[in-house]
């Protein structure tokens, strides 16, 4: 079990005294709804059973020590409750001392440092949320450690989407949080993301897997083009808000943006408002296909969405649009779609059981011949969200 190889490390790294506790949190993939909860619209996301594991114990002082198995060669890594600054190499605890920042501006002050030990098994740099897992993760642990009771699972979501925007500067929505920290067991999370209301929704997908497809092309958003999407996105916003009365982009049907479109004057920035209104409205009908058992629905509407963040918003790459084009060509794929905030990262599939093998064997040929790099594949299942693990 994943939790005591982390209890054991960090008691290899720190000493086995003391009152140290394990929490897990998952990473998540989204099957439809992309770049739509920071313009208002609908999400469908679903927790994994990968995710981030921690290890975490109080210290008597305020020294901040970090450990992760997965970046074994740097070591411990020091830190401290009075220096809270981004580390300028973009080192992974950046994203734990977000959280704990967060918590400090929000009057919930730490009085005591801690030792960290951590382990994740979602791939670096793949699109599945690592970076929200383990803000989720931060979050459950200092509330658990240090008593914060009144904090809710999407209170822990939001502190860790404020941190990412504010300490690490990636100006993302609430989806990958959100789906983190509020993760059910074989069920996806249909969220307005303008309300944060939400309902979940049994995804029962009889005969067949969700198959997530490594690009191998690791994605960052905070060095991407993902915040000069964002704020394309609310030029458009604004355009139109000269001509009807809207709050978000995710308010218009798609008639409703073809008739005032006219108003975004600048071309790149209709075409991200345009995936944006048409993404949220693909989202609803997707749900509702579901809901009717009607897969094929669901993964036709799978499809257009990748086209249209291909095309629209333009946050593919070569490398992935090889992957979903060789996908649609297999006769047992359902739908096929880059997932995540892109620019690399995975894709997520509906595949018959019958063909996940011939769609790993096709892939993996295809994209070794186009691109000379191997996919790695994750059939995955869908899992609950944060917790506590009793080692």
């Not at 209709?270 to 897969?295: C, F, M, P, S």
């Amino acid at each position: 079990m994943i939790a005591n190889e982390v209890l054991a490390k960090f008691k290899e790294i720190y000493g086995e005294d003391g009152d140290i506790r394990v929490y897990f949190a998952p990473g998540r993939v989204n099957l439809i709804g992309e770049h739509t909860d920071y313009n208002g619209g609908h999400v469908f996301p679903c927790a994994l059973t990968i995710g981030t594991y921690m290890a975490a114990r109080k210290r008597n002082d305020r020294k901040l020590r970090f450990y992760s198995m997965n970046f074994e060669d740097l070591g411990v890594v020091e830190s401290s409750l009075d220096a809270f600054t981004p580390d300028p190499d973009g080192l992974w605890i950046n994203y734990p001392m977000g959280v704990m920042w967060a918590f400090e501006g929000r009057g919930m002050k730490l009085e005591q440092g801690l030792d960290i030990a951590l382990f994740g098994n979602i791939p670096n740099g793949s699109g599945l949320s690592s970076s929200a897992s383990l803000e989720v993760l931060t979050g459950l642990m200092l509330k658990d450690t240090f008593g914060f009771k009144d904090l809710s699972m999407i209170d822990l979501a939001l502190i860790g989407q404020y941190s990412e925007n504010n300490f690490n500067g990636c100006n993302c929505g609430i989806m990958d949080q959100f789906a983190s920290a509020m993760g059910k067991k074989d069920h996806a999370i249909f969220l307005d993301t303008a309300t944060l209301s939400f309902e979940y929704a049994p995804v029962i997908l009889d005969g067949a897997k969700i198959v997530v497809t490594n690009s191998m092309v690791k994605h960052s958003l905070v060095t991407s083009a993902y915040n000069d999407r964002r704020n394309e996105s609310a030029q458009a916003l604004k355009d139109l808000q000269t001509v009807v009365d809207i709050k978000t982009l995710g308010d218009l049907t798609e008639e409703e943006f073809e008739a005032h479109k006219d108003a975004i004057k600048d071309e790149i920035a209709r075409k991200r408002g345009k995936h944006a209104v048409y993404e949220n409205q693909r989202t609803i009908k997707a749900v509702k296909a579901l809901k009717d058992n009607d897969l094929a629905t669901f993964g036709k509407l799978m499809n257009a969405s990748h086209v249209s963040l291909r095309d629209d918003y333009e946050t593919s790459c070569p490398e992935v649009d090889v992957l979903v084009d060789e996908a649609w060509k297999i006769s047992g794929v359902i739908g096929s779609r880059i997932t995540g905030g892109g620019f690399g990262g995975c894709t997520v599939s509906i595949v018959k059981d019958e063909a996940v093998e011939e769609f790993k064997e096709k892939l993996t040929a295809a994209y070794q011949e186009k691109v000379g790099k191997t996919p790695e594949f994750y059939v995955v299942s869908i899992g609950d969200g944060p917790s506590r693990k009793m080692c």
